[in-house]
């Protein structure tokens, strides 16, 4: 079976923090994909990344940069100097072969002026 | 480019009412479309999946009579709340599969 756990239910820091979500995936299927959506108050899926499972490299774009371990099926993603407007709740999701993506419970991150 | 659109964006109706809600590829044709169902602060949870021209495919423990799902061309499906009551009041949302999937901005459905 798939799954995905965002064990951190809720965080909040202080605004210029820097703050890392976890995210640990299962599956038995060896091309996957990985991806991590934050969905602000208004609802809409804002897409963030996409990763595939052969490749390993860390990704960095502007403060956000992403984590990702095989070998501990980790995919986290760290956002630096953190910002009011990264105030959202993130969503860490697993796809494959039948690209259906099952999604983690989500970590709503709250930065605080 | 891949742009998804749905209609409405929220929606008020009373118990026992159908609503219609509608998931429109903008820019690409999508042959697979998805509705997902996400209650407050929890997750997305996989309703259907939907293909052009046949029969969507329902996940465990959704109803499909309850909720009809048409994907009557490569650009347009809809899914069809039948008899609607205060329990199926949630967010609504579909995504359209492109090589990957793009999501819709979401229906908001509350049942009076």
């Known amino acids: 079976a798939q799954k995905v756990t965002q064990a951190q239910t809720e965080i909040s820091v202080v605004e210029k923090e820097d703050v890392t979500l976890d995210c640990v995936y299962e599956?038995?299927?060896?091309?996957?994909?990985l991806f991590w959506y934050k969905q602000p108050p208004s609802g809409e899926l804002v897409f963030l990344i996409r990763r595939n499972s052969f490749d390993e490299q860390n990704e960095i774009s502007g403060r956000y940069s992403w984590n990702f371990q095989k070998s501990t099926s980790s995919f986290n993603f760290t956002i630096t100097a953190s910002q009011v407007v990264d105030s959202a709740v993130y969503f860490c999701?697993?796809?494959?072969?039948?690209?259906?993506?099952?999604f983690g419970t989500g970590t709503r991150l709250k930065v605080l002026a | 480019g891949a742009v998804v659109s749905q209609h409405p964006s929220w929606v008020i109706c009373k118990s026992g009412t159908s609503v219609k809600i509608e998931c429109r590829s903008l820019d690409f044709q999508a042959t697979t479309m998805f509705w997902y169902r996400q209650f407050p602060k929890q997750s997305l949870m996989l309703m259907a999946t939907?293909?052009?021209?046949?029969?969507?495919?329902?996940e465990q423990g959704v109803e499909k009579d309850k909720f009809l799902i048409n994907h009557a061309s490569l650009t347009l499906s809809t899914l069809t709340v039948t008899s609607a009551h205060p329990e199926d009041s949630s967010f609504y949302i579909c995504?359209?599969?492109?090589?990957?999937?793009?999501f819709g901005p979401g229906t908001r459905l509350t049942v009076l």
């Open positions: 939907s293909n052009e021209g046949s029969k969507a495919t329902y």
């Open positions: 999701a697993l796809a494959s072969g039948t690209y259906k993506y099952i």
């Open positions: 599956t038995r299927d060896t091309t996957y994909y």
């Open positions: 995504s359209a599969r492109h090589n990957e999937q793009f």
